[in-house]
């Protein structure tokens, strides 16, 4: 009996051990995927937009586009990443997770992000923003807000200024859409409240690689011929050149009218 009662708590001693044994594996914790954020939608190719993953219990992160071919990824910390492009482009990216076990999350999430290239570009496109085309919401998502928003009543049009930059827009007040677009040497300036505000020199290049402040009306002259139209300003040596081939007016100062030769570009504008 004695030893009868020895082997039952044996077993029972056993069979505890084998439980206990069971229930002392390490469980991993769920894997839960909140969301992912950008630091901006858009932006230009010389600059990067970081991606945050808002998420815990992953063991690895797949990250894919639509444009796979142009837009890139690149990891700088735990669940940031870069992403970065060398030519204009516009798409989504889509983030994936998995867990230890090599699992998929349930949902991917997607986030759309552009980039864009400096200066004019074909198609009526300066700094990204396309005459005719793009809102004004547009502007602010990849220059921020502008220095200067002026209008006048009765005016179907309103100017938003960028000195720091070189550059203005033209807006349509009914519909936000850009219909014209200048760009400044630091002869010009934006008149405020604390003051006149000069434009820097538009550091980027116009069309066949001129540049503001620098080129000369010869080389615009010998590559485009004579212009459509001439004009001056009232009471001014601004001379104004229109080409409708290029949808623009470029401005020089000058004694005369004719008078390009030697002389300097000033602004450019397109609409």
Same mark, same amino acid.
Request: hydrophobic residues 35%; contains cysteine.
């Given at each position: 009996?004695?030893?009868?009662? /020895?082997?039952?708590?044996?077993? #029972?001693?056993?069979?505890?051990?084998?439980?206990?044994s069971e229930d002392s594996g390490e469980e991993l914790d769920p894997m839960i995927f909140s969301g992912i954020e950008v630091s901006k939608e858009m932006t230009f190719t010389d600059e990067?937009? %970081?991606?945050?993953?808002?998420? =815990?219990?992953? $063991?690895?992160?797949?990250?894919? $586009?639509?444009? =796979?071919?142009?837009?890139?990824?690149?990891?700088?910390?735990?669940?940031?990443?870069?992403?970065?492009?060398? %030519?204009?482009?516009?798409?989504?990216?889509? #983030?994936?997770?998995?867990?230890?076990?090599?699992?998929?999350?349930?949902?991917?999430?997607?986030?759309?992000?552009?980039?864009?290239?400096?200066?004019?570009?074909?198609?009526?496109?300066?700094?990204?923003?396309?005459?005719?085309?793009?809102?004004?919401?547009?502007?602010?998502?990849?220059?921020?807000?502008?220095? /200067?928003?002026?209008?006048?009543?009765?005016?179907? !049009? %309103?100017?938003?200024?960028?000195?720091?930059?070189?550059?203005?827009?033209?807006?349509?007040?009914?519909?936000?859409?850009?219909?014209?677009?200048?760009? !400044?040497?630091?002869?010009?300036?934006?008149?405020? %409240?604390?003051?006149?505000?000069?434009?820097?020199?538009?550091?980027?290049?116009?069309?066949?690689?001129?540049?503001?402040?620098? $080129?000369?009306?010869?080389?615009?002259?010998?590559?485009?011929?004579?212009?459509? $139209?001439?004009?001056?300003?009232?009471?001014?040596?601004?001379?104004?050149?229109?080409?409708?081939?290029?949808?623009?007016?470029?401005?020089? !100062?000058?004694?005369?009218?004719?008078? !390009?030769?030697?002389?300097?570009?000033?602004?450019?504008?397109?609409?």
């Open positions: 009996m004695k030893k009868l009662k /020895l082997l039952a708590a044996w077993l #029972v001693a056993v069979l505890v051990f084998a439980s206990c990067t937009i %970081e991606l945050t993953i808002d998420a =815990s219990g992953y $063991s690895d992160v797949e990250i894919t $586009s639509n444009k =796979s071919s142009q837009i890139k990824f690149e990891r700088i910390a735990n669940g940031r990443y870069e992403i970065s492009a060398d %030519e204009s482009v516009y798409g989504k990216v889509y #983030v994936a997770l998995k867990d230890a076990e090599g699992n998929y999350s349930d949902d991917v999430k997607t986030v759309n992000v552009g980039f864009y290239k400096h200066g004019v570009q074909d198609g009526k496109v300066i700094e990204g923003i396309k005459i005719d085309v793009d809102k004004a919401e547009k502007i602010t998502k990849l220059l921020g807000e502008p220095l /200067l928003v002026s209008a006048t009543d009765g005016n179907p !049009y %309103e100017f938003w200024s960028y000195p720091s930059k070189g550059i203005s827009f033209g807006v349509v007040k009914s519909t936000d859409v850009v219909f014209y677009i200048s760009l !400044y040497s630091s002869n010009y300036y934006v008149i405020t %409240e604390n003051g006149n505000v000069p434009y820097i020199d538009y550091p980027y290049d116009l069309p066949h690689g001129w540049r503001v402040n620098s $080129s000369t009306m010869n080389s615009v002259i010998d590559e485009l011929g004579q212009p459509n $139209s001439k004009s001056s300003t009232e009471g001014s040596t601004l001379r104004s050149y229109r080409y409708d081939s290029l949808n623009s007016w470029v401005r020089f !100062y000058s004694d005369t009218e004719d008078g !390009y030769f030697g002389k300097i570009i000033k602004s450019w504008s397109m609409y």
